[in-house]
């Protein structure tokens, strides 16, 4: 199992067409195999900043939601909103080792 967390800094002028792309890829994102939680959050003290929680099965699998359409329009769409380029960091996952346990 695997998590990315995508740090996203968005014009603040953006910050609402940002949420709205990025909640559509996030049900999207949630229907696919091997997806475990694909959360979008904001960082409390400063609304222009945002991170994607994206939690799957294998290195595979969440290389293989980059590929998807919803992916791809939300890339193109949100590119322009951003502040500065995106970074995603991977971890691996500790606990809960079982992905029933998600």
């Given at each position: 199992?695997?998590?990315?967390?995508?740090?996203?800094?968005?014009?603040?002028?953006?910050?609402?067409?940002?949420?709205?792309?990025?909640?559509?890829?996030?049900?999207?994102?949630?229907?696919?195999?091997?997806?475990?939680?694909?959360?979008?959050?904001?960082?409390?003290?400063?609304?222009?900043?945002?991170?994607?929680?994206?939690?799957?099965?294998?290195?595979?699998?969440?290389?293989?939601?980059?590929?998807?359409?919803?992916?791809?329009?939300?890339?193109d769409?949100?590119?322009?909103?951003?502040?500065?380029?995106?970074?995603?960091?991977?971890?691996?996952i500790?606990?809960?080792?079982d992905?029933?346990?998600?």
């Amino acid at each position: 199992m695997i998590v990315t967390c995508v740090y996203v800094h968005v014009k603040p002028d953006d910050i609402t067409r940002f949420i709205d792309a990025t909640a559509a890829n996030h049900l999207e994102s949630l229907k696919e195999p091997g997806n475990l939680r694909f959360d979008l959050i904001q960082q409390a003290d400063d609304p222009t900043q945002f991170m994607i929680y994206e939690a799957y099965e294998s290195e595979t699998i969440a290389a293989d939601h980059r590929t998807t359409a919803h992916y791809l329009k939300w890339r193109d769409i949100v590119q322009d909103y951003m502040a500065q380029p995106r970074h995603g960091v991977k971890y691996k996952i500790i606990e809960p080792n079982d992905s029933s346990k998600w």
